[in-house]
Antibody, heavy 125, light 112 residues
Framework: EVQLVESGGGLVQPGRSLRLSCAAS????????MHWVRQAPGKGLEWVSG????????GYADSVKGRFTISRDNAKNSLYLQMNSLRAEDTALYYC??????????????????WGQGTLVTVSS | QTVVTQEPSFSVSPGGTVTLTCGLS?????????PSWYQQTPGQAPRTLIY???TRSSGVPDRFSGSILGNKAALTITGAQADDESDYYC????????????FGGGTKLTVL
């Protein structure tokens, strides 16, 4: 069974840092690209960042570019999001999501097939 | 910057059929955008419904279907049930890079 479990959220002051983790199990982690998606309270889903299976391709939303860093450790089946210079508008539930791919070819199907339950980040003084 | 558009809200009667759409502020949606659809109920993580325009994710009932209608992607729910009352989000891939992911603003579906 595929499982994605986020951790590391909490209350943090503006300008400070926080590191989120996502522990993956039930699949071959290094076969898949991974993403972070967030949802501010009462708002819609927003893509934050993505990383390819080998960390060779990385991307960020404009809203977090230069402040957030995505990384992964395939040996530990883990995905990370280092968040620096946090702002009140970064307050959100942060989800880890797997990028779906064709089981035969391994080619991406450009969607999110599994999601974690999320970890809440609150930025407030 | 191109915006992905969805109806903010929609309502459907129990047993009825509803079609939610996913468009672009500029241009037309095609299968090349790999439209996908997600359902989210309050307090829950998103659930994947449809990917690659019209492929149902594992375990999704066949009353959920995806298509291209005119210049938009569409999610049709046939025989709506009370527990279909949720928020529905579409996602489009705008290019070929890992950054080219854009969520629509979501549609709040009411079943009444």
């Amino acid at each position: 069974e595929v499982q994605l479990v986020e951790s590391g959220g909490g209350l943090v002051q503006p300008g400070r840092s926080l590191r989120l983790s996502c522990a993956a199990s039930g699949f071959t982690f290094d076969d898949y690209a991974m993403h972070w998606v967030r949802q501010a309270p009462g708002k819609g889903l927003e893509w934050v960042s993505g990383i390819s299976w080998n960390s060779g391709s990385i991307g960020y939303a404009d809203s977090v570019k230069g402040r957030f860093t995505i990384s992964r450790d395939n040996a530990k089946n883990s995905l990370y999001l280092q968040m620096n210079s946090l702002r009140a508008e970064d307050t959100a539930l942060y989800y880890c999501a797997r990028e779906g791919s064709d089981i035969l070819t391994g080619y991406t199907l450009n969607y999110f097939d599994y999601w974690g339950q999320g970890t809440l980040v609150t930025v407030s003084s | 910057q191109t915006v992905v558009t969805q109806e903010p809200s929609f309502s459907v009667s129990p047993g009825g059929t509803v079609t939610l759409t996913c468009g672009l502020s500029s241009g037309s949606v095609s299968t090349s955008y790999y439209p996908s659809w997600y359902q989210q109920t309050p307090g829950q993580a998103p659930r994947t419904l449809i990917y690659s325009t019209n492929t149902r994710s594992s375990g999704v009932p066949d009353r959920f279907s995806g298509s291209i209608l005119g210049n938009k992607a569409a999610l049709t729910i046939t025989g709506a049930q009370a527990d279909d009352e949720s928020d529905y989000y579409c996602v489009l891939y705008m290019g070929s890079g890992i950054s080219d992911v854009v969520f629509g603003g979501g549609t709040k579906l009411t079943v009444l």
